[in-house]
C-alpha cells in the first residue's frame, strides 16, 4: 500500500464532472507525478487531498489515515504540505521573518505564557529558521524583501517554508509555472536534493515535461476528470493516450 491511497474520488461542480473516478497511489519516499491538460482536474483533485474541497465519492487515505472531513491545518499537522500555483510568502515580510512563521507554527502549537520560554523558544525558532535558509541556500538574502525576490526564489522560499514543517509528503502544484529556464532548472535541482537528503515522499502536478521526465518515478496521466495511464517516465513517453490527452486527439479506445 502506498504512503498515499486514492480511491475511486469524484467531484463534481454543478453540472461539470470535474473528477470522474480516480485512483491512485503513490509509494513512500516516490516522487509521482501527476499530468494532464488544463481542466483535466489536477488542481481539484490537490484539493481534495489537503482539506480544500471533500469529495462526493471515494476515500483518500494517507498513511492508512482518511483525510477527509479535516481541516486543511489538520491534515498538515498529519505530515502533508503543500505549494501553491502561486507562491504564497509574505511580500512585507523578510526572507527570515517569512522562514519564521511555519518555524513556529511546528514548534508553538499553543502560545506560550511563560515569558522567559517564549524567548528561549523564540531563539529556538530563530535558529531553526536559519538552518533552513542555509538548507534553501538563501541564507545570503536573508535580510532581503520577499517581494524583491525573483519568481524562483520565491518559490525556494516558500518549498523550504513547507519543509520547515517536517512533511513526510510534499504536494506541488505547478511549481515552475511561469518561470524561466534557469529558475526552472533551479527548482529541479532544488526538489532533487530534498529527495537525496529528506527522502520524503513528493507529488507533483506539471506542465513541464522536462520537469516531469527529471523527477518523476511514476506518472498519472490525467484526462477530463479520469486517469488515462499510470506508468514510468519510460513507459509514458510516446504512449498513444498520453498523446491524445494533450492533443486531444479522438482515437479508437486500444
Ligand atoms: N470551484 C470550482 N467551481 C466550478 N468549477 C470548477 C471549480 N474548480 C475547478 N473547476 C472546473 O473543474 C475543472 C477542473 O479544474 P482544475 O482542477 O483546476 O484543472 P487543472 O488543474 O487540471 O487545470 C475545470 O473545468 C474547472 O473549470
Ligand atoms: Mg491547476
Known amino acids: 500500500m502506498g504512503i498515499l491511497e486514492v480511491k475511486g474520488v ?25 499530468i494532464g491538460p488544463n481542466g483535466a482536474g489536477k488542481s481539484t483533485l490537490l484539493n481534495c487531498l489537503v482539506g480544500k474541497l471533500i469529495p462526493d465519492t471515494g476515500s483518500v487515505l494517507f498513511d492508512g489515515q482518511s483525510v477527509l472531513g479535516r481541516s486543511p491545518h489538520e491534515i498538515n499537522q498529519m505530515g502533508i504540505s503543500r505549494v501553491f500555483q502561486t507562491p504564497e510568502i509574505f511580500g512585507d515580510l523578510t526572507v527570515m521573518e517569512n522562514m519564521m512563521i511555519p518555524c513556529f507554527a511546528k514548534r508553538d502549537g499553543a502560545f506560550e505564557m511563560n515569558a522567559i520560554a517564549s524567548v528561549l523558544s523564540q531563539r529556538d525558532i530563530a535558529a531553526k529558521a536559519e538552518e533552513m535558509l542555509v538548507e534553501m541556500n538563501m541564507a545570503d538574502k536573508r ?93 509514458i513517453k510516446g504512449h498513444p493516450k498520453v498523446r491524445e490527452a494533450y492533443l486531444g486527439e479522438s482515437t479508437a479506445a486500444a
Request: negative net charge; charged residues 25%; contains cysteine.
Open 10 to 34: 469524484g467531484k463534481r461542480f454543478g453540472g461539470l464532472q470535474a473528477l470522474g473516478d480516480v485512483n491512485l497511489s503513490v509509494a513512500e519516499r516516490s516522487v509521482h507525478a501527476i
Open 143 to 235: 535580510d532581503m524583501h520577499a517581494s524583491a525576490m525573483s519568481r524562483g526564489d520565491k518559490r525556494r522560499l516558500e518549498i523550504g517554508m513547507c519543509l520547515a514543517q517536517e512533511p513526510r509528503l510534499l504536494l506541488l502544484d505547478e511549481p515552475t509555472a511561469g518561470m524561466a529556464r534557469a529558475d526552472t532548472n533551479n527548482t529541479i535541482d532544488l526538489l532533487k536534493q530534498i529527495q537525496d537528503e529528506r527522502h520524503i515522499t513528493i507529488a507533483i502536478i506539471e506542465h513541464d515535461m522536462h520537469v516531469v521526465f527529471s523527477l518523476a518515478e511514476r506518472i498519472t496521466v490525467l484526462a477530463q476528470g479520469t486517469p488515462l495511464v499510470e506508468d514510468t517516465p519510460d513507459n
